[in-house]
């Protein structure tokens, strides 16, 4: 019998890398899964929540186990290097400078660190994340293991573009001015995309940007990402009417610049209350300042776990998500999945059919637009919800998995 390939997947964070791994842990083939941040009581930092009172200890917990799936065979996870927890806790207190210093730091110990684990345990094919994966793809080329970059995000030359011309429009919500990605940090991502034998992307449009940059067209996979179906509803939603109330609006995810928040703000202190509201659920990424004047417009809500943000797909009518740069956001399939109509940038990634799910625009700037087209005729978006929830079946994890199982299993036996 032929032994079927033993894959490593690699990721210093989280993303979706759970998902990626659990693929190969279905098909058979996951040799382990290397991380810095999947909870286990028994190891540091996670031991803490011990020693904690009651209320503290509930709430670290929660924390913690957004870190964690019960999915995965704790067998097959190599715990390494801490230092992403670090970075975790800088970016939470602003500490941006802080933040991209451990970020880099971390990355590259993390590298060195799973190539010890590929000398101990042997894979067959390695699959890696943007900006992670440099100094383990230099090491394993000369020994002939295939390599395989996720690559989770816009090119960063894209995202630099976005992002400069955001801050022109929109400076009040940069707590410095912008700074461009450094020279070496973009010289890191194109030699990963170089080494990588195979480059997965979440979207055409996150595609575009890396052949535009030079990536070869030919290495690059578009495997769209998911919902977790055991979250989001087995059955059609049942929501109200949306005659004689406003429309409920929904946006999930960092409440910052690159998002398009700020886009989506000004859009909506234009319209009526009597014509929409807007939930934006996700952490803070831009100052107080600039958000307090649509305190009163819009409501903000911290971040949740996945369990309670389907409680407010559930509640919304539409979906809006204007972002500038990604790679497939996974809230536009979250979206689908509690079968929302979503008006979006092109630049989000894989979530609406336009003109059949919802709308889809070039840049966050026709956002007021596309939303005077929908408060216009807001019948369409009940049309909308009916073509989301049709689509969703294809939208879950369960397709993703399967989809980058088999083109592990054609690599590996390349």
């Not at 097959?76 to 806790?89: F, G, I």
């Amino acid at each position: 019998m032929t032994r079927k390939p033993r894959i490593g997947v690699f990721h210093p964070g989280t993303q979706h890398s759970w998902q990626t791994a659990l693929a190969f842990q279905e098909a058979g083939m996951l040799g382990w899964y290397a991380t810095s941040v999947f909870y286990d009581p028994a190891r540091w930092p996670y031991r803490i929540e011990r020693i904690l009172p009651g209320g503290l200890r509930q709430r670290l917990n929660a924390q913690f186990r957004r870190r964690y799936t019960a999915a995965l065979d704790p067998a097959k996870v190599r715990h390494l290097d801490p230092v992403e927890w670090l970075e975790t806790v800088a970016s939470r207190l602003d500490l941006q400078r802080l933040s991209g210093w451990l970020n880099r730091l971390g990355n590259s110990n993390f590298g060195r660190a799973v190539a010890r684990l590929c000398e101990r345990e042997p894979v067959d094919l390695l699959w890696g994340y943007d900006t992670a994966a440099l100094e383990l793809f230099e090491w394993a080329k000369p020994r002939g293991i295939p390599c395989v970059l996720d690559r989770t995000i816009a090119h960063p030359h894209h995202t630099a573009r976005m992002m400069a011309a955001a801050y022109r429009r929109h400076p009040e919500f940069f707590s410095t001015p912008y700074v461009a990605p450094s020279a070496a940090l973009v010289a890191l991502q194109d030699r990963e995309l170089s080494l990588a034998d195979q480059v997965v992307v979440g979207s055409a449009m996150c595609a575009r940007t890396l052949i535009e940059a030079g990536c070869a067209a030919e290495k690059i996979h578009i495997v769209p990402y998911g919902f977790d179906e055991a979250r989001f509803p087995s059955t059609r939603p049942n929501r109200r009417s949306i005659v004689g109330r406003p429309l409920r609006f929904l946006f999930v995810g960092q409440i910052g610049v690159r998002k398009g928040v700020p886009d989506l703000l000004k859009a909506f202190a234009a319209i009526a209350p009597r014509h929409a509201s807007l939930d934006l659920v996700g952490p803070r990424g831009v100052p107080n300042a600039a958000l307090a004047p649509y305190a009163e417009r819009v409501s903000f809500h911290p971040p949740v776990g996945r369990d309670v943000v389907a409680g407010f797909y559930a509640e919304a009518d539409c979906f809006v998500f204007p972002s500038l740069s990604e790679g497939s956001a996974i809230v536009l399939a979250e979206a689908v999945g509690a079968g929302l109509g979503i008006v979006q940038t092109c630049w989000g990634g894989e979530g609406a059919e336009h003109g059949r799910s919802g709308i889809v625009i070039d840049d966050a700037d026709q956002l007021p637009q596309a939303l005077d087209q929908v408060l216009s005729n807001p019948s369409v978006v009940e049309a909308w919800q009916a073509a989301a929830w049709a689509r969703a079946p294809e939208r879950r994890w369960s397709e993703y998995r399967a989809k980058a199982a088999a083109l592990a299993a054609e690599w590996a036996a390349a």
